[in-house]
């Protein structure tokens, strides 16, 4: 669990990740879907693992307190 602002949805396997991305009044079924390929360093990929990190960083489990 997390107490973050979900932007988006990550789904990631060894250097393919799949991008959920959320718009405000629409269900995650209907919203866009990005497949992204780590090419290179600092790219997009990277962007969306790092964000994924900090978040890791930040959760519980949900029998844990605040």
């Known amino acids: 669990m ?6 988006n949805s990550l789904f990631t396997g060894d250097d ?7 718009v405000y009044g629409m269900n995650a079924y209907g919203a866009p879907v990005h ?3 780590r090419m290179r ?3 997009l990929f990277d962007t ?3 964000s ?14 605040t």
């Open 52 to 65: 994924f990190e900090a978040v890791w960083k930040q959760s519980r489990l949900p029998d844990e307190e």
């Open 48 to 50: 969306y693992a790092t």
């Open 35 to 37: 497949h992204v390929r």
């Open 2 to 7: 997390h107490d973050t602002t979900l932007y």
């Open 16 to 22: 393919h990740m799949i991008v959920n991305a959320h």
């Open 41 to 43: 360093d600092e790219g």
